[in-house]
């Protein structure tokens, strides 16, 4: 378990971008923020278990049969009138045998849909009759036929026509839990309102999954979830989260926060980043460092890029000192209201006159709160002993 101490001027966005694409596809990632747990419509443990239960992934590999060929002809017989069922043959071919095999309404439905021709290589699975396009016949490339540059060629295949392949599906804990505690099944995962699961359906789902460990058709894979804003959570989710963490299959969690020394949620208690001592123990604490002068000007260069917006070296420094001064979203805030400036001066490239324009329009943070401090008792409400710090 970690948390990452976030300084001000520290991106949590660009942290969790790169861990999600460290982890790789196979690996279950979540991403939640403390604040999300209180306005879902179900109490605050579902919600972490909902969450804890999506970062772990089940690795389920089965062993099906199916009918992997090249495709030497496909006939079609439809009733001259019209009103009757279509039929058909189908010849499969590999290195070593030839089979004809009769087809029915569904197989031929199927194969129009894939759009399935001579040369084709494809695969049926025969428990479910899905037809897989593995790409054209090597054999296809002496022929005038049409393929465009995404065409595949493959090997015609080798062996016996029907053969067993094993599997390997990777779903979530909590998609097998929607699946088992609805009765339209996988279409549950599409609805988006999916409510409190009952105790009893997990319970049966971990025997099960423990079942398939020990019988060696699945293996578990730990995800990653990651909980910002942190310090939002209160002592009943802290207290939750200590237990849940104590399971043979919790994940890996990865908490955020920017505060410093503040009260616990739910007590009036004070601790470090307003995590309780005991779990606080627990973790393996992280520092993050602001960004340095080179970064700002970098990241600054890429967004210019991406916004497609043309500016000089002058007005990139002037930007990079902003950054430093104020704070790298206030920065990249400037940029595309200085292009508008700068469409307006009718020129191609953003200048530092357009950057100083825009700069005394938009204040930041310590100028709007520096200009709060000298006028606030000209407003209808005002506070002055309250100290305000800019933090993100």
């Known amino acids: 378990m970690y948390i990452f101490c976030v300084q001000q001027f520290s991106s949590l966005w660009f942290l969790r971008i790169g861990i999600a694409q460290a982890l790789g596809p196979e690996t279950p ?40 060929g090249e495709v030497i002809e496909i006939q079609i017989d439809r009733p001259a009138d019209g009103s009757g069922a279509k ?45 897989t396009k593995l790409g054209r016949s090597l054999s296809a490339t002496g022929e005038y036929d049409a393929m465009g540059s995404s065409t595949r060629l493959v090997q015609t295949p080798q062996g016996e026509l029907q053969k067993r392949k094993e599997v390997v599906h990777t779903v979530s804990l909590h998609e097998i839990d929607v699946i088992n505690s609805r009765s339209q099944g996988f279409l549950a995962l599409f609805a988006g309102d999916i409510g409190e699961i009952k105790s009893e359906v997990r319970e049966q789902i971990d025997s099960k999954v423990a079942e398939w460990r020990e019988q060696g058709k699945a293996e578990i894979v730990p995800g990653v979830l990651f909980i910002d804003e942190v310090h939002m959570l209160d002592i009943e989710c802290f207290s939750f989260l200590n237990r849940a963490l104590e399971s043979d299959m919790a ?118 709160t520096q200009f709060l401090k000298e006028y606030q008792k000209e407003f209808m409400f005002n506070d002055e002993d309250t100290d305000v710090k800019m933090s993100e």
């Open 251 to 368: 994940p890996i969690l990865i908490m955020a926060s920017n505060r410093g020394i503040t009260r616990i949620r739910g007590t009036t208690y004070k601790s470090p980043h307003g995590i309780p001592i005991d779990l606080l123990d627990r973790m393996v604490t992280i520092a993050t460092n602001p960004y340095s002068e080179e970064e700002i000007a970098k990241i600054i260069e890429i967004r210019c890029e991406e916004e497609d917006v043309q500016i000089t070296d002058n007005a990139k420094k002037l930007l990079t000192k902003i950054g430093l001064e104020t704070s790298l979203r206030y920065a990249i805030q400037l940029i595309t209201a200085s292009a508008l400036v700068a469409q307006k001066r009718k020129v191609a490239e953003v200048d530092m006159v357009d950057i100083k324009k825009v700069y005394s329009l938009f204040v930041d943070v310590n100028r709007s």
């Open 87 to 131: 039929s058909g043959k189908l010849t499969l071919k590999t290195t070593d045998m030839e089979t004809v095999y009769d087809l029915g309404q569904k197989m031929i439905d199927a194969l129009q849909k894939e759009k399935v021709q001579s040369k084709d290589v494809i695969t049926i699975d025969k428990a479910s009759g899905k037809i």
């Open 29 to 68: 990632f979540t991403s939640i923020a403390g604040s999300e747990i209180f306005s879902l419509e179900m109490s605050k443990t579902e919600a972490l278990t909902q969450a804890f239960r999506k970062s772990i992934g089940i690795r389920i590999s089965e062993e099906t049969e199916i009918i992997e």
